[in-house]
């Protein structure tokens, strides 16, 4: 079945809502290639060990080898794989884009074309700080009992792999049934996602006939639980940004000078505090709400449907109740409402004692989550101006943006990609798939859609153990599960 979607000037294909090739392919096949899953599952994790054994934290200039050095493996396991056609594309940073494509034979559904299938993953992760509080070393693969940790086992050198292993096994169970494969399968890995891949929008612009797909399926992001499926409708966007404070030219006695110059880390101090009414919680930079919509009866119902386990959350995280902007929900926080974090500070002496000294300067940094109807340029321009307006007279203020942003991505309930991975996680999972939104974000997605013209879908596998943390962790049963369903999803 070949359904007509709407099309975007400079994609070569036109967008397809869905295609089921099941039909035309031998039942076979698909046994065949999960057999070949489970077969595999030693090799498997040899993969994941070497991948996440590669520091490629994008964050930090000293890795950037590291992450050449991913791409490098990569590039070898994806024409391992079966991809016909492999090369490491350079963007305008220092991470590249490792592309693959494997070209299927036959035709598609009613004698057309083949479907065009891009997978997309990140081999970029994030840094380890605090060495100290991981109880395994960061890069390598340790197993205990039913969980393996390491940096990127989930956040996304794992999703990642489970996609590979998924087309590897369907093109070998293809060419050993000598039955056509009827879909074209491209990957397009990045390595500079945990730093909201800054270069990656001229890189789509230049490479647009290459990337040209119908739908693209997203290995990075989790299940609700291990037995409970769930299909993304959306994601925030973002951006960062630090302020700046100086008052002085040069650190001061705070004995000498004390109590006759501005403190800088004061000013920061109430500068920050402005950012939110302290009655509501809600941001108090004029402006930042504009365009934000309620959510909807169909998003309450999703919502309320989700079953979120609040005592058990709150006793995971330690956390001592619950905070935010008054009048909505944690989840509708969470998955509807824009936020202004401060998520870093510094000014003056913080090592262990005490420095008696009034620093020079202060900074903080922000980060905004955004929702449809906010754009990370306006936001990021009204709150500059909201900071700047606040100023004292005796304080230089300074607001500068950091690294990439990206937009807010929203994927249709009821669109073809996404009715078909619910299929498949009700069948893998035992009980229908819920739908829900994110609150975090993956800068490509609403790119993808944007200068290809093609619909996402989420489809990872992770539970977010920890992920950006200390002992980051996958589940055994998620890490076989997935390459399971993963093939499974490119079969509907």
């Not at 960061?138 to 393996?148: C, D, H, R, Y």
């Not at 824009?338 to 922000?366: D, H, N, Q």
């Not at 900071?387 to 929203?410: D, F, H, I, K, Q």
Request: glycine share 12%; hydrophobic share 40%; aromatic share 6%.
């Amino acid at each position: 079945m070949l359904l007509k979607g709407p099309t975007r000037a400079g994609c070569l294909v036109a967008c397809l809502a869905w295609v089921v090739i099941a039909p035309l392919v031998s039942g076979d096949v698909l046994k065949d290639a999960l057999a070949r899953i489970d077969k595999s599952k030693a090799d498997h994790l040899v993969d994941l060990k070497a991948l996440v054994g590669f520091p490629s934290v994008s964050a930090l200039p000293i890795h950037a080898n590291d992450l050449l050095a991913a791409a490098a493996w990569l590039e070898q396991r994806l024409k391992k794989a079966g991809m016909q056609h492999v090369e490491i594309l350079n963007t305008t940073g220092p991470q590249p884009v490792v592309f693959g494509h494997y070209q299927g034979s036959g035709t598609g559904p009613g004698g057309g074309r083949r479907p065009v299938l891009l997978v997309y993953a990140h081999y970029d992760v994030q840094p380890v700080d605090p060495l100290e509080e991981w109880e395994s070393p960061p890069f390598e693969v340790t197993q205990k009992g039913s969980e393996l940790y390491g940096r990127g086992v989930d956040d996304d050198k794992g999703g990642l792999l489970q996609a590979v292993h998924a087309v590897e096994a369907l093109v070998g169970a293809a060419s050993a049934s000598g039955a056509p494969l009827p879909l074209d399968i491209k990957f397009m890995l990045e390595g500079q996602e945990e730093i909201l891949s800054p270069h990656l929008r001229p890189f789509l612009e230049a490479h647009t006939g290459t990337l040209a797909c119908d739908l693209v399926l997203s290995a990075d992001g989790g299940q609700i639980s291990e037995t409970q499926g769930g299909v993304a409708l959306g994601l925030r966007g973002v951006l960062g940004a630090e302020v700046e404070v100086a008052t002085a030219g040069t650190d001061m006695h705070s004995g000498m000078k004390g109590g006759s110059v501005a403190n800088p880390n004061s000013v920061l101090a109430r500068l920050l505090a402005g950012l939110h009414d302290p009655a509501t919680s809600r941001v108090a930079v004029p402006g930042f709400y504009e365009g934000v919509s309620e959510p909807s009866a169909q998003d309450e119902a999703d919502m309320s449907a989700y079953g979120w386990d609040e005592p058990r959350e709150r006793a995971a995280l330690g956390v001592l109740g619950w905070a935010g902007e008054e009048g909505y929900s944690t989840l509708a926080r969470r998955w509807h409402r824009p936020t202004l974090e401060v998520v870093g500070m510094s000014g003056g002496f913080t090592g262990p004692g005490i420095k008696t000294v009034i620093p020079r300067a202060a900074s903080a940094k922000l980060s905004a989550r955004l929702v449809p109807g906010q754009d990370p340029d306006d936001v990021y321009a009204k709150v500059r101006a909201h900071l700047l307006a606040s100023a004292p007279p005796y304080a230089n203020v300074t607001v500068t943006r950091l690294g990439g942003s990206a937009r807010p991505w929203t994927s249709p309930r009821g669109g073809a990609g996404n009715t078909a991975a619910a299929r498949v996680l009700e069948r893998v999972m035992g009980r229908p798939a819920k739908y829900l939104r994110d609150g975090a974000t993956i800068p490509a997605l609403a790119d993808f859609t944007h200068y290809l013209g093609a619909p996402v879908t989420k489809f990872g596998w992770g539970l977010g153990d920890h992920i950006h943390a200390p002992n980051e962790r996958l589940k055994v049963a998620m890490w076989e599960k997935g390459s399971r369903a993963w093939v499974q999803l490119l079969w509907e």
